[in-house]
């Protein structure tokens, strides 16, 4: 599996665009700098097929994936780790890389990925 802080611009992100949270980090990463680094596809767009990307809708919804400039795939926190890297964020991807943070973040990120729609609804509210 290739570390994420080897991940290489242009970065393309497949996100979940009815899903608050992942609409907020866009917006976020579309902010940055280094914006032009990253793609954003869609996964819930009108049309969107998957089977040229060699991945299933269902595989796609799970988690966030990303696809770097060197044809890499992350998946997960690894995803978050190789887009932070190429935005020049690479600071924050070797700390939450650390033996044991790198554990408890992974696990965190996927609580929070089942629950995403439900935890940004709940955001929205407030």
């Known amino acids: 599996m290739p570390s994420p802080l080897d991940a290489r611009a242009p970065i393309t992100l497949f996100y979940d665009g009815g899903c608050p949270l992942c609409r ?9 700098r280094r914006q032009d680094c990253v793609r ?11 089977a040229p990307w060699g991945r299933t809708c269902n595989e796609l919804m799970g988690r966030l994936f990303a696809l770097d400039g060197e044809g890499r795939w992350y998946s997960g926190m690894d995803s978050t780790r190789a887009l932070y890297a190429v935005l020049g964020y690479r600071w924050w991807a070797r700390i939450s890389s650390l033996p044991g943070l790198n554990m408890m973040l992974d696990r965190l990120y996927l609580a929070v990925a089942r629950r995403r729609n439900r935890i940004g609804r709940w955001i929205d509210r407030n």
């Not at 907020?24 to 940055?32: E, L, N, S």
């Not at 954003?40 to 998957?50: C, N, S």
């Open 40 to 50: 954003f596809i869609d996964i819930r767009a009108q049309g969107f097929d998957p």
């Open 24 to 32: 907020r980090q866009v917006a976020w990463i579309k902010r940055q």
